[in-house]
Structures are given as structure tokens and as C-alpha cells.
Nanobody, 125 residues
Framework: QVQLVESGGGLVQAGGSLRLSCAAS????????MAWFRQAPGKEREFVAA????????NYADSVKGRFTISRDNTKNTVYLQMDSLKPEDTAVYYC??????????????????WGQGTQVTVSS
């Protein structure tokens, strides 16, 4: 049974930082590309960042480029999202997702087969 468990969310002031973690189990982690998505109240889920199985290639949404960094530790079956210079518009539930490895990075949530339960990030102004 595949499980993705996010942690690290919370309340932070604008300009602050948070580091999200997603621990994976029940799958061969190194054979999966990983991604973070988010969903704000009343809005559709949106792509945030992705990293391929080996960690050598990443992709970011324009809205977070330069502020967020995705990374992974294949020895710990964990993917991270370092979020700096947070803005109130970053407030959302953040979800970790996994898909079987590919030579391309996918930004559509429909292509990811495994999802975590989400962790709330709230940025106050």
C-alpha cells in the first residue's frame, strides 16, 4: 500500500520560510518522479514543483520560481519543498504526489497516481 505523508506545514508571517517534507512508503521511491501541488480555498489545484527520480531535473511554477526549492533524498524516501519569501497568496493545502519515472517532467496532476493527504500552509500578511 502506497503512502505519502506530508509534514511541516503551519502558520508563518509573510517573508518567512517553511520546509515541507513528504515521506513515501510502499513504492520504489527511486523509480518515481515526485511533485508538489497546492489548492487554495475556492481555487483549483495547481502545480508547484516537480523533481525527477534521480533529482537532476526540476521544474517550478512561475509563481514560485526563485522562492521555492524542491529536493529529494532517495536514501530516506523523502521529498522536500523549501519555501522562502512566503507571500499570503501561497496560503493553501500542499499535496505531495508521485508518478512512475519518466524522461519528462509532468506538471499535470492527472498524470500522478499517488497522493498524500495534504498539509496546510497559512501565510499571514
Amino acid at each position: 500500500q502506497v503512502q505519502l505523508v506530508e509534514s511541516g506545514g503551519g502558520l508563518v508571517q509573510a517573508g518567512g520560510s517553511l520546509r515541507l517534507s513528504c515521506a513515501a512508503s510502499g513504492l520504489t521511491f527511486i523509480r518515481h518522479d515526485m511533485a508538489w501541488f497546492r489548492q487554495a480555498p475556492g481555487k483549483e489545484r495547481e502545480f508547484v514543483a516537480a523533481i525527477i527520480w534521480g533529482g537532476g531535473t526540476t521544474n517550478y511554477a512561475d509563481s514560485v520560481k526563485g522562492r521555492f526549492t524542491i529536493s529529494r533524498d532517495n536514501t530516506k524516501n523523502t521529498v522536500y519543498l523549501q519555501m522562502d519569501s512566503l507571500k499570503p497568496e501561497d496560503t493553501a493545502v500542499y499535496y505531495c504526489a508521485a508518478r512512475y519515472l519518466s524522461s519528462l517532467i509532468y506538471t499535470s496532476g492527472a498524470t500522478y497516481g499517488y497522493w498524500g493527504q495534504g498539509t496546510q500552509v497559512t501565510v499571514s500578511s
